[in-house]
């Protein structure tokens, strides 16, 4: 039984790229969320997507955008790389309707590092 | 301001010792959840708690949910050094939409052997 793969496990950029970060959810899981976790901090909430659309937005600006495709994995992108944008980015898989104690299944996240 | 604050952000002990970590809020959460993460790794789930004075045990693990679910705490008995990781609580306040889990920045364990 997979659970969550993301891809790439490492990337480096400079400023002003865009960037692709992907996401395959564990099976049996319909809905995807990403975090990104700054070096020393907890991950912080970036968005969830469930039905192809995004449900909820953390409080990050529009540079940050996502999809998710009929076969539930999911897309990262971020535009205008800013060296604060370097950190470790995680997304997280769940089963619609389980409410506020849904488990979050987590992949091993992609490394991304802004020269 | 931390909406979830963990203490102590760092520890260290000694193998076969016994250490409780602490999750604090001003909020109000339906449920809490406390993850490990391992370096290179994702955080991994090790319990949610839902109902206010519960308690959850997982082997050497002693998970308890405050009364008033504002706090939540983590007991080690026995530490080993498997234990090592960053311990991660995790919610979703009463006045946030369900789907949005917010993360205390960890407790970082160190158990020597």
């Known amino acids: 039984d997979a659970g969550v793969t993301q891809s790439p496990t490492h990337l480096i950029k400079t400023r002003g790229q865009q960037v692709t970060l992907r996401c395959s959810p564990k099976?049996?899981?319909?809905?995807v969320s990403w975090y990104q976790q700054a070096l020393g901090q907890g991950p912080q909430f970036i968005f969830q997507?469930?039905?192809?659309?995004?449900?909820q937005r953390g409080n990050f600006p529009d540079r940050f955008s996502g999809h998710q495709f009929p076969n539930y994995s999911s897309e990262l992108n971020v535009n205008a790389l800013l060296l604060g944008d370097s950190a470790l980015y995680l997304c997280?898989?769940?089963?619609f309707g389980q409410g506020d104690t849904q488990p979050q299944h987590f992949g091993d996240g992609t490394r991304l590092s802004i020269l | 301001t931390q909406l979830l604050e963990q203490s102590p952000q760092f520890l260290s002990i000694q193998e076969g010792e016994n250490l409780t970590v602490y999750c604090n809020s001003l909020?109000?959460?339906?449920?809490l959840q406390w993850y490990r993460q391992e370096p290179g790794e994702g955080p991994v789930l090790l319990v949610t708690v839902v109902t206010g004075g519960e308690v959850k045990k997982l082997k050497r693990l002693t998970f308890q949910f405050g009364d008033a679910r504002k706090d939540s705490s983590l007991h080690i008995t026995a530490a080993q050094p498997g234990d090592t990781g960053l311990y991660l609580c995790?919610?979703?306040?009463?006045?946030?939409?369900?789907?949005?889990?917010?993360f205390g920045k960890g407790t970082k364990l160190s158990v020597i052997p």
């Open positions: 997280a898989s769940s089963l």
């Open positions: 995790a919610g979703s306040p009463l006045w946030a939409g369900s789907y949005q889990l917010t």
């Open positions: 099976s049996g899981h319909d809905t």
């Open positions: 909020s109000v959460f339906s449920s």
């Open positions: 997507y469930y039905e192809e659309e995004e449900r």
